[in-house]
């Protein structure tokens, strides 16, 4: 596995390699998030953080039905 200063390199290059902005501000973040998923612990979260833990439930999407015509005739 990479290590987190290949990866932050890697991030900011496909983004281009910004100065400022947002890419340039999480990819750090980003990288350790990439490096803890090969880790064997589980990432402790900071102070006022959240941490995504791996069993969490989620919902599939309804199916959406999709209005072609109208219903009501005038």
Not at 15 to 33: F, I, L, S, Y
């Amino acid at each position: 596995m990479a290590t987190k200063e290949q990866i932050t390199k890697a991030i900011l290059k496909a983004a281009g390699n910004p100065d400022t902005g947002v890419v340039r501000v999480n990819a750090e973040k980003w990288a350790e998030a990439i490096v803890a998923l090969d880790s064997e612990t589980p990432p402790k979260a900071n102070e006022g953080e959240d941490v995504v833990q791996e069993s969490a439930p989620f919902e599939r999407a309804k199916k959406e039905v999709r209005v072609t015509k109208p219903t009501e005739i005038r």
